[in-house]
Structures are given as structure tokens and as C-alpha cells.
């Protein structure tokens, strides 16, 4: 009475319990498993369990489900996806009775479960747009379905993720009877997240193609801005959700990694010392300030910044806690008014992934005295702080490249410096301060020169 029809690729884990189900019920006359060259034991297990194989010429649903419909023996033909063990009891008799009683010609399933992201974000806006009549459908793309061979004959199947759109759309430009049923509860496996832009792509193009079959669409202007909306908010919410997944944590280098200051190092070690202690306590513009320390650093070689350099000590056990946390798959950070060429130093030797400081102008090898800002330390029009020139205009813009969430986002910082960046990420660790309101600002202070702590909060 009815053939039940399954493409497959690599479902060894289900396929056997699949067939079984569907041979054991009274209904079925025959199942067919359209095998797409599975590399593990699909087929054999299929054959086993008393399914009659297909191997697909083309990999591809759409090409698997035409095949399929030609060597389908009955009139009444059921697809089920290969992947879900178990289906509902009922699964069978709720696609095939309306056929059966011809009170339909092309069946739906639907399940308990909320409809994916695609569903919601791109297909059923865009039903909405092209065919309003098909909008109530609550899983346009639903795999599940059952229908007359009569009508799948006639259909044109797209050979990517649009088939199943596809095929409720043509239906429904036949002039087929259609109806929706709820099989119940499934457990269905969710697509990998990289999968999801193809697979909005494809069923973009899928609804768009059958309302448009014409090469060139010359689609009224209403229909391109909501076409470019639900495209805007699918990418939004995908990049939302992927950044609830990211984790970050940034370090200040001066009294932080280092144990000292690495201008107060240099102002020791050329003999201004007390012109930096000067412009400390009469400069209180920070733009400024970074500028004017700059010039004291005017003539010196690269070679005699590095020397400086090595002889700070950067506090012990660093590499290793840097280590586990990357291994937790945290991105790891310098967030530094210091100088580039110092942080990327600390960034390789920590094993860190990026870098943000002042650009120290250098020329044939030495020092100009100039410092280039960088634009991330800036406010924006996003910025979430008062500050013109600020770390946390850094974070946010880390946040941003490595779609991170501002909450999901450590920061390790020492002074008055670090009050705002340590206020907006969602933990802000005090390392070894004497300032006391970055103490009470913090989620932690650490007292010692150790960073293990932080393996307890990441």
C-alpha cells in the first residue's frame, strides 16, 4: 500500500532501527534506502534490517528522492529522514491516512520541537512575501513527508537544502491538496553552525527560483529591502548565538605581566626618570601625556628598547596558566597603553593570540618620538563607555573581531587605568593594587604574583 522511501549518507547509528520500524508496520509494502556512497555500514545494515538498496548516482537529497520515486512500486509514497531514532509510534499512519481516505495529496510533518533558526528567520518571512498561502505551515522545512507518486513525478527537486521548501512549493503551485500533521516528539541532531548560512542560502534561493523562474529577477523595491532585512536579522542572530561560545581574557602588561613598569624601566635605564616623574604630575590629559612620554624616547634604537625589555621580569608560571586557558578555549589578549612593539613580544613569548598598544614611531631601527594612537583605543558610536581614549574601546573592539560577548570576557588589570575596562567586562580581576576602588570594582583580587587563581573563575 506504501512505499517508504529514506535517503541516506553515513547513518549506520539509525538506519537499521529505521527500516525495522517501518517494515514492521502493516501499512508499508516496501522501504527503500537511497544510499549517497556512505563510508561506514548504512547500506549493510539497511539491507540487513530488509530495506531494498539504491546507490545514487549523484550525491545530493533531491537527486536521492527522484530515484527514490522512480523504483517506488506503490502510489503512496512516504519520505522519512534516515537520522532520527526513534520516530513517533505513529509516525506512519498519521502521513499515510489522509492519502488513504484521499482526503490529501501531499502531506507535512510537523513535531514537537521549535522550529530551527532558518525556519523562523528566512523561510516563513519569506513565504510570507512570495506565498502567503503557505505561511501557516509551521515547518516549512520539514523533511517528513508523504505524497501521490503522481505528483512527485512532476516535480523539478533542487539537489541542496531547498528541496523540501521546494517540493511544498510546487505542490501548492499544482493545485495539490496539502496538510500539515503533528507526529509528535522527535530528537532530531541540529545542524553544525558553519552549515547554517549555506543552508539559508539555499533555501533563500529555493523560494525566490520558484516565485521567479525567469533568468533575471527584477524584483519591486518593497520585496529587495525585506528580502535584505531577513538576511540582516538571520546574521545577527547567528552571530549571537555563535558568540555565546567565545571566551576572552586580557591582560595589562606593566605591573601585571611585568613585574615593574616598562617606561619607568627605560626612564631608569636612559636617565629621565625624573622628567617622566615631572610630566606624571603636571600632564593629566592622557592623549597627551602618552605623547610627550614618546619624545623621551627619541633616538633610541630598537636594540636598546629589547635590552630594557629583558631585563623585566614577568611574573612566573604565566606560559602555563596561558596554556590551560587556551586549552578551555579561551582567545587570550594584551590590552596595553605600552607600545606595540613590546606587546606582541609578551604575546608571543605568553603564547597569546593578539595585541593592542600605541605604535611607536620608529625610523631606520630607531625611536622618532612619535606615538600613533590606534583607532580601537577611541570611542565610537557603539562605545559603551564616557571615555574618548580608553581600554575598554579596545575590548569592545576585540569583542567585535572575535564575536565575544562583553559577559563572557575576563580582564586582569592593576590600576586607576583599568577602573573602566575592568567595570564592563564580566569579570574584572584586581592584580596585586594599591588602588582601592579598583579592589571593590573587581570580581577578584588576586594579592600574590600568580595568575592560577584565574583557572578557579575560568
Partial sequence: ???????????????????????????????????????????????????????????????????????????????????????????????????????????????????????????????????????????????????????????????????????????YLMKARITEVNIGYIENKSKPWESLGKMSREVSRAIIAKAQPQPELNLPEEEISSIESIQREMHNTLKEDLSRRHKLIVFDLDNIIFKGSFIDECAASFGFTRQLEELRFNEKDPIILTKRIGLLLKGKSIDDLLNVLSKIEMVSGIQSVVQALKEREYIVGVISFSYLLIANYVRQMIGGDFAYANQLGLYEGKATGEVNLPSYFFASPDSICGHAYCKTNALQYACDKYNVLLKNCIVVGYDREDRCILAHAGKGVAFSTIDELLGKIAYITIREKTFKPLLDIA
Avoid at 530495506?51 to 523504483?71: C, D, V
Avoid at 537520522?83 to 509510534?89: A, E, Q, S, V
Avoid at 520539514?142 to 517540493?167: A, Q
Fill in 1 to 171: 500500500m506504501v512505499t517508504v522511501i529514506i535517503p541516506t549518507l553515513n547513518e549506520a547509528k539509525t538506519i537499521g532501527n529505521i527500516v525495522q520500524f517501518c517494515i514492521q508496520n502493516p501499512l508499508v509494502s516496501e522501504v527503500i534506502v537511497v544510499d549517497d556512497n556512505s563510508e561506514d555500514e548504512t547500506v549493510s545494515l539497511a539491507e540487513a534490517a530488509g530495506a531494498r538498496i539504491i546507490n545514487s548516482k549523484i550525491r545530493g537529497k533531491g537527486i536521492s528522492m527522484k530515484e527514490g520515486i522512480q523504483e517506488a512500486k506503490q502510489d503512496i509514497v512516504i519520505f522519512l529522514d534516515g537520522d532520527i531514532d526513534p520516530y513517533p509510534t505513529d509516525t506512519i499512519e498519521l502521513l499515510a491516512t489522509p492519502l488513504i481516505r484521499n482526503e490529501a495529496d501531499f502531506v507535512k510533518a510537523t513535531f514537537a520541537r521549535n522550529a530551527g533558526r532558518v525556519t523562523e528567520l528566512v523561510a516563513k518571512p519569506l513565504l510570507n512575501i512570495y506565498y502567503p498561502g503557505l505561511s501557516a505551515f509551521s515547518q516549512p522545512l520539514s523533511g517528513m513527508i508523504s505524497g501521490r507518486k503522481k505528483f512527485f513525478n512532476r516535480i523539478e527537486f533542487f539537489n541542496d537544502y531547498g528541496v523540501d521548501i521546494g517540493i511544498l512549493i510546487d505542490m
